[in-house]
């Protein structure tokens, strides 16, 4: 049974770090590219990031780039999102996926998800 886990989430100010962690397990996680989706309250699920199987290629929302930063340990079955200067509008759910058929930008291209962690951005 594959299970993603996220953990990190919390309630922060403007201009705070968060980093999110994922778990696997019951995959072979290096086989799998790895991305991070986030869900506003009251809007649809968007992409935020995507790291490939071996975490030497990513790609970033434009909205998030030069802030956030996704990494993965494959020896620790993790894939991890840095946030930086947090802003009122990165308030979301934040969910992890993994793909094994090459990296995607779309949630429906997604073989597996966690159930997500919240991040609160407000002063």
């Known amino acids: 049974q594959v299970q993603l886990v996220e953990s990190g989430g919390g309630s922060v100010q403007p201009g705070d770090s968060l980093r999110l962690s994922c778990a696997a397990s019951g995959l072979t996680f290096s086989s799998y590219d790895m991305g991070w989706f986030r869900q506003p309250p009251g809007q649809d699920r968007t992409f935020v990031a995507i790291i490939n199987k071996r975490g030497d290629n990513t790609y970033y929302a434009d909205s998030v780039k030069g802030r956030f930063t996704i990494s993965r340990d494959n020896a620790k079955n993790t894939v991890n999102l840095q946030m930086n200067d947090l802003k009122p509008d990165d308030t979301a759910v934040y969910y992890c996926?993994?793909?094994?058929?090459?990296?995607?930008w779309g949630e429906g291209e997604y073989d597996y998800w966690g159930q997500g962690t919240r991040v609160t951005v407000s002063s």
């Open positions: 996926a993994g793909r094994a058929n090459g990296m995607a």
